[in-house]
C-alpha cells in the first residue's frame, strides 16, 4: 500500500503520502470502545504492536498519525517517548507527524490533563507533533505559548523544517499538485482499474462452509432467490469512510451506484438463460424492521435455492459505532429464523466489517462465504463464486467467536491458563484465523527442514508438498508458523511467519519452498529486548492455524 500510494517516488506526480495510523495500540482500549484508555505495557507494544510500524518506517511511509487514545497515563499526541524516542530516535523515521482530529484540542477539553490551549499548543508541539489537524484554537494558543515563554523559536523550528523538507522532496514548491478533478476522472475507475478490483474480491471472499450445494448447477435451476439487507446495498460492500457512509455529510452525496455492482446484480448477471432470479430484502438492520419478512419467505418458498445477504450496517462499524454485541442486528435474527423453517437449501453470503457472531442456522446452512467489505466489484465475484466461474481460494484474516464472551479470540494467544475451556462455552473460535475451503481439496506432506540447527546470521528453509488431491484447478495460501518451546519470558503459542499463494491443477503436485530469516524466531523477554534465544523451535505448515489442518518438525537454535 505504501508503494502504491507513493508511487515512483515522492517527486512522481500522481505520487501522495502514505500515512501509517493510529499510532500505536488503537486496538487495546478498554471494551475495544472506540479511543478510550489503551492500558499498554511497553514490552506489549515492542512485543505486538511496533513491529508493523517499523515495517511501515522500512517501506519508506513518510506520514504517521497518532491516535486518540491514552496510553500509561498519557495521551498518545503528547507521548514523547512513543514519538519522538522511538519513531525518529530508534526507528530513523524521517517524515511528518500529524495528530487525529482534534486531538490536540482534546489535550484541554476532553482528556483535560492541559488546563488551557496555549498549554496544549506547547505540549503538543514538543512532543513531536508537525501538524495539527483540525484545533482551529490551535494558532492562537501557540502564539500565546511564545509569547508567555512555554514555547521557543527552536521548538517551532522543529516541525517546520520536518514539513519543509517533505515538501521540498515533493517538490511541491515547482509543482503545487493540487487537486485535479478533471484528471481524477479520467484515470480513477478505468476498466483496468475494475478489472484489478474485481480480483483482488475474487481472492479474498473465503468460503467457509459447503455442504455439497456449491457450484451450483445452472440445469436444475428454475427460481434463485435473493434476500437479506444487504443482497442489493451498495454501500455496505464499499464500507466505512466510503464516500455515503457517517463520517461524511449527506450534501456530499454518496458513491455513484452505478458503479458498484451488488450481489443482486451479479446473481443476475451470472444467472442461466431460464433462470428466474426474485428478490426481496426481507428486513432492515437499522432502523430494526421485519415488516417484509413474509414477502422474504414466500420467494424463498417458490425458490430451488435462496442467497441469504446479511451481515454489518454501517451506522455499527467504525468511528463513534462501537457496538455492545457482535450478534446480527436489527431484523436479521427474525429473517433467517423464519426463512429455515422452510427446508430450503440456504446459502448464506456475509457482508460485513467485523467477525460477527452468527446463529446456529447461518453456520450450519448449505453454504457460507465471507465477502466482508468485497468491493464495487464484489457482487460479480460472489456470483462467479457460487456459480462455479471461480474456485474461492480466500482465507480468514481474523478468528470468528461462537459468543462475543469469547473474544480476545485470536489465534496467536499468551501460553498459561487454568483449564482449556469457558465452564459454559468452548475457547475453540467458530471460524479460525488462516481457515478457508475450496472447491477442490488440497492434501499437505513432507514438511521438511533443511537442518535441524540454526545458527544467528542463518536462514531455515522449509519446504512442504502440496497435493490437489480434487477434480478441480485451484488456488491455496500455503502458512508457516513458528514456536518457541521454551521462553524467559511468557510468548504466543505460535506466529504466522509466512504465507503464499500458489495455482494447482487437479492431481497436480507442488513443493512449496520458504526461507525463514533468523530474526523470524525472535521474541521479546521481560527487559523489552527483541531476542532470538536458544533452544528447541517448531515449525508449522499448513492450510490453516487450527492444529489439525498443520503438520510440524522441529528445529534447535544454536547460539
Not at 167 to 184: C, Q, S, T, V, W
Not at 233 to 262: C, F, I, Y
Request: charged content about 20%.
Amino acid at each position: 500500500m505504501i508503494r502504491g500510494y507513493q508511487g515512483n517516488g515522492l517527486n512522481d506526480d500522481e505520487s501522495i503520502l502514505a500515512t501509517a495510523k493510529h499510532y500505536t495500540a488503537y486496538s487495546e482500549t478498554q471494551g475495544g470502545r472506540d479511543a478510550s484508555e489503551a492500558d499498554v505495557s511497553r514490552r506489549k507494544l515492542r512485543s505486538y504492536f511496533f513491529h508493523a510500524f517499523e515495517k511501515a518506517v522500512q517501506a519508506g511511509a513518510m506520514t504517521f498519525m497518532t491516535g486518540y487514545q491514552s496510553m500509561e497515563g498519557v495521551p498518545m499526541t503528547a507521548n514523547k517517548w512513543l514519538l519522538k524516542d522511538v519513531l525518529r530516535g530508534e526507528w530513523g523515521f524521517k517524515g511528518i507527524l500529524v495528530t487525529d482530529w482534534d486531538n490536540v484540542g482534546r489535550l484541554q477539553w476532553e482528556q483535560k490533563i492541559c488546563a488551557t490551549m496555549k498549554e496544549a499548543a506547547a505540549l503538543a508541539v514538543k512532543s513531536g507533533n508537525d501538524i495539527m489537524m483540525q484545533t482551529p484554537s490551535f494558532f492562537d494558543g501557540a502564539v500565546e505559548a511564545v509569547k508567555t515563554g512555554l514555547l521557543t523559536e527552536e521548538d517551532l523550528n522543529e516541525p517546520c523544517r520536518h514539513v519543509l523538507e517533505l515538501k521540498f522532496r515533493m517538490g511541491l514548491f515547482e509543482n503545487p499538485r493540487r487537486a485535479d478533478l478533471a484528471l481524477a476522472k479520467k484515470i480513477i475507475s478505468t476498466p483496468a482499474h475494475r478489472e484489478l478490483n474485481l480480483e483482488v474480491a475474487r481472492q479474498s471472499v473465503v468460503l467457509l462452509r459447503n455442504e455439497g450445494i456449491l457450484p451450483l448447477e445452472p440445469g436444475k435451476l428454475r427460481r434463485i432467490a435473493v434476500v437479506g439487507p444487504n443482497a442489493d446495498n451498495d454501500l455496505e460492500q464499499l464500507g466505512d469512510w466510503s464516500l455515503g457512509a457517517a463520517q461524511h455529510s449527506p450534501e456530499m452525496g454518496k458513491h455513484p451506484r452505478e458503479s458498484t455492482v451488488t450481489v443482486l446484480d451479479g446473481i443476475r448477471q451470472r444467472a442461466p438463460k431460464g433462470c428466474e432470479v426474485v428478490y426481496a430484502a426481507g428486513c432492515a438492520i437499522r432502523p430494526n424492521q421485519t415488516d417484509n419478512i413474509a414477502e422474504a419467505v414466500e420467494k424463498v418458498r417458490d425458490a430451488d435455492v435462496a442467497a441469504v445477504v446479511i451481515g454489518d450496517q454501517l451506522h455499527f462499524v467504525g468511528e463513534y459505532n462501537s457496538t455492545g454485541t457482535l450478534e446480527l442486528q436489527g431484523g436479521q435474527l427474525a429473517l433467517v429464523e423464519a426463512l429455515g423453517k422452510l427446508g430450503k437449501p440456504l446459502i448464506f453470503v456475509l457482508i460485513n466489517s467485523k467477525p460477527l457472531v452468527l446463529p446456529p442456522l447461518v453456520y450450519q446452512a448449505s453454504a457460507v462465504l465471507e465477502a466482508f467489505n468485497p468491493g464495487m466489484q464484489g457482487g460479480q465475484a460472489i456470483a462467479e463464486i457460487l456459480f462455479g466461474d471461480i474456485n474461492p481460494s480466500g482465507k480468514l484474516a481474523v478468528s470468528f467467536p461462537y459468543h462475543v464472551g469469547q473474544q480476545p479470540i485470536y489465534y496467536s494467544q499468551v501460553r498459561g491458563q487454568h483449564g482449556n475451556k469457558y465452564a459454559d462455552l468452548t475457547q475453540e473460535p467458530l471460524f479460525a484465523f488462516g481457515f478457508g475451503l475450496s472447491f477442490t481439496r488440497f492434501a499437505y506432506a513432507n514438511l521438511k527442514v533443511a537442518s535441524n540447527e540454526l545458527r544467528p546470521g542463518e536462514s531455515a528453509s522449509v519446504s512442504i508438498e502440496v497435493t490437489n488431491a480434487g477434480t478441480r484447478d485451484g488456488d491455496e495460501i500455503v502458512q508457516v508458523y513458528v514456536e518457541d518451546e521454551i521462553t524467559s519470558a511468557t510468548w504466543v503459542q505460535k506466529e504466522l511467519k509466512a504465507f503464499r499463494r500458489i495455482h494447482l491443477k487437479a492431481g497436480e503436485t507442488q513443493v512449496v519452498s520458504f526461507e525463514l530469516p533468523f530474526e523470524a524466531f525472535s521474541m521479546v523477554n521481560a527487559a523489552g529486548e527483541r531476542v532470538v534465544e536458544p533452544g528447541g523451535f517448531q515449525i508449522y505448515a499448513g492450510s490453516s492455524s487450527r492444529p489439525a489442518d498443520l503438520l510440524n518438525e522441529g528445529l534447535t537454535v544454536n547460539p
